[in-house]
């Protein structure tokens, strides 16, 4: 199943009940931005790619940044839409690989957070993302990227991955890896009435070695790269100079 279909069918119903509290998540990035010294002057343009329902973009918009949220997730994008009332958020519903919807700004900040370059298909959607977030970038504009890194193979039981549960619902997580990928199966476990009701699907993420990303990040030009790991999770920051 491709990335689209598994979100619009299934993952975007539980997106936001899988993250737990939505004020602690905006509040997680709030200080995410403010460890990295990211703020906004007058009238500039930051662009969310993979913006969901706004965990990035709420706070890069009360920063003071015009920002352009972009997905293909209508179900998140109207979520997003119902909590960014008196915010400057322009929600924009296509993939991020359309580069031609949102090549018209000239930003000093471009984000792709989460989880979403491991979404991609190949690496060589992985370099045209960054190529093209570089040429649109302005002088001394940033490139910011975090994703969860698939390169080192779990085993065995550590293969299932408990996520959120409550009263009514259950989400783990399996991975089966592959060459360049890691299959993921989504598993919900929903309670209807007295009868338990199981649903899954599955789709492919990325393994994206944090060496190679840099290197990605290096050849197109960006230069003063901050590369960390943390939890599992890597954040890439590039400049234009």
């Known amino acids: 199943m491709n990335t689209k279909v598994h979100y619009e069918n299934h ?128 002088k001394k504009g940033k490139f910011i990227v975090t994703y969860r890194d698939l390169s080192a193979e779990l085993q065995g039981t550590q293969r299932f991955i408990p996520v959120r549960s409550d009263e009514n619902r259950i989400s783990t997580c399996f991975l089966e890896y592959e060459k360049h990928d890691v299959n993921v199966f989504d598993i919900v476990h929903e309670k209807k009435g007295d009868k338990w009701v199981q649903k899954i699907s599955t789709y492919k993420k990325l393994k994206i070695p944090r060496e190679i990303i840099a290197n990605y990040f290096s050849d197109v030009g960006f230069s003063n790269l901050q590369i960390e790991s943390e939890k599992g999770f890597v954040t890439v920051i590039g400049v234009k100079e």
């Not at 936001?16 to 460890?35: A, H, T």
């Not at 000093?108 to 957070?113: A, D, G, R, W």
């Open 11 to 138: 993952l975007s119903n539980y997106y936001s009940w899988m993250f737990g509290n939505r004020d602690d998540k905006l509040q997680e990035n709030r200080d995410f931005f403010k460890k990295y010294d990211i703020s906004a002057s007058s009238n500039e343009t930051a662009i969310d790619l993979g913006a969901g329902n706004g965990f990035q973009t709420i706070p890069l918009a009360e920063l003071g940044f015009k920002v352009k949220a972009v997905d293909f997730s209508r179900k998140l994008l109207k979520e997003l839409e119902q909590n960014c009332s008196g915010l400057d958020v322009e929600i924009i519903e296509d993939d991020i690989l359309n580069f031609s919807v949102y090549n018209v700004y000239r930003p000093s900040l471009i984000v792709c957070m989460g989880d979403t370059i491991t979404h991609l298909n190949s690496a060589n959607d992985l370099k045209r993302l960054i190529l093209n977030s570089y040429s649109i970038l302005d």
